[in-house]
Structure formats: structure tokens, C-alpha cells
């Protein structure tokens, strides 16, 4: 049988990359999809903006929202804290066994639980089942469609506190209307856009980046 994309990601992580070296995964990654096969990762250029957010967040508690291939996930989970957690929700079974294996050659396991089934079902769970008081930082690069829903839905399950950051990924490229427009005009948030390229592509796209100011 065929191999599908992501499968054949792994199989270059797994060439290329140092076990335990998320950098080097990271890397492995981005030739792979620069040289060989295009992916929707948030790539090289967004990720250093992404680097430069939790950096200076330093979170404690991270939820990020579609896992895709692990990718940003590992890029996450290598700047993190000692006892800081990573929830990633993947509702694809196949995409989610390769995320984990992502995860796992980058040494990263101990710092992430990848979650399986839809961010709508999960989110209202998060409390009690995964012991989550409020995300620190929320990575959304899901379905467009659902950033917004997602978002009133974590507000309204008391996901938020003051200060909680919401970073999304394609705000320009597919694009996320609804949802730029909801950040945008709120009083609750402070948002702020951080212009780049759609990955590995001269498109532009970009990252917003919302606090919740409670
Ligand atoms: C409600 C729910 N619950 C759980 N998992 C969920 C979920 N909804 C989706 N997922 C999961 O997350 C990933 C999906 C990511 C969607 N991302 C994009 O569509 C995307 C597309 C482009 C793109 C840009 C220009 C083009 F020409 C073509 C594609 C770039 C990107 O960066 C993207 O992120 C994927 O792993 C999916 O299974
Ligand atoms: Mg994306």
C-alpha cells in the first residue's frame, strides 16, 4: 500500500534527525518539506516567531489545537520549563500515531500528552479529565472554521485568565475571518499581528497574537 505524506515525514525524521534532538527534528522537517514534499506545518519562518512568543511567556501550560504531524508541537515542548505541560488535541488517528512518533524521536514525551478525538468534545473535559485549571498559551492551527467556536468555547469553559495568550497560526492564508474579526474587535483581547509567508512559500501569511484580558 502507499505510503501517505506524513508517513513519509517520519521516515525522514527518522534518517535525518538526532533521537533527543528536537532541533535537529525540527530541521529534518523543514528540508523535507522544502526539498521533497510540500507540508502544513507552521514551518521555519512563523515557527521563529512562534519560538518568540513562548520564550518570552515562558508558559506553564500550553494547549495546542490540531497536531498535524508534531511539528509545532515538538518546536513548543523544546522550549518549555521543566514541569511545564503540552495538551495537543489530533482528532486523525493516522496523523496522531505519526505525531507521536515525531515526538518521541525528539525525546519529548515526558512534556507532551497528545489527546485523540475533536477539540469541541475535549475542551469541556479539559478541567477534570487532563487536571487543567487555565492554558498559559493556546496554539490554534486546526480547522480554520473552528478557531472561533473553539475560542468563545474555552472562554466560556473557563480556559482563560487574564493574561492567557491565544496564537494562531494561517490568519491570511487559508485565512480565518470570523475569528480576526472576533479578536480584533473584542474589549476582552489585546490583539497584534505578526506579518510573515505562508511556509516554505513567498505567500503571505501570518500569526495573530491575542492576550485575554479577562
Ligand atoms: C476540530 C479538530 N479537532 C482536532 N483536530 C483537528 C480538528 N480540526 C482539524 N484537526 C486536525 O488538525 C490538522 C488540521 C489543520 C488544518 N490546517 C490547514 O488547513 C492549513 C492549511 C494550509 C494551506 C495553505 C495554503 C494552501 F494552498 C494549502 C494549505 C496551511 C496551514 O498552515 C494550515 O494549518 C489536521 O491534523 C487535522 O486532523
Ligand atoms: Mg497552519
Known sequence: TQSTRP????????????RGDPRSVVKAIDQFCRQKEWAMNVGDEKGCIL?????????????ELGTYCGYSTVRIASMLPPHAKLITLEFNP??????????????LEDKVQLVEGA??????????QFEVE????????????????????????????KGSVLLADNVICPGTPEYLEY??????YESQYFRSHLEYTKVEDGLEKSVFLG
Not at 508517513?7 to 535525518?16: E, H, P, S, T, Y
Not at 493516522?94 to 525525546?107: E, F, P, S, T
Request: glycine content about 4%; some cysteine; aromatic content about 8%.
Open 51 to 63: 519560538d518568540s512568543v513562548v520564550s518570552e511567556l515562558n508558559p506553564a501550560t500550553v494547549l
Open 183 to 188: 479578536v480584533r474587535a473584542s474589549p476582552r
Open 94 to 107: 493516522d496523523y496522531a500515531a505519526v505525531a507521536r512518533q515525531v515526538i518521541a524521536w525528539a525525546g
Open 7 to 18: 508517513q513519509r515525514l517520519l521516515g525522514a525524521v527518522k534518517k535525518n534527525a538526532t
Open 134 to 161: 487555565t492554558f498559559d498559551l493556546v496554539f490554534l492551527d486546526h480547522w480554520k472554521d473552528r478557531y472561533l467556536p473553539d475560542t468563545k468555547l474555552m472562554e466560556e469553559c473557563g480556559l482563560l485568565k
Open 119 to 128: 477539540s469541541g468534545d475535549l475542551i469541556p473535559k479539559m478541567s477534570e
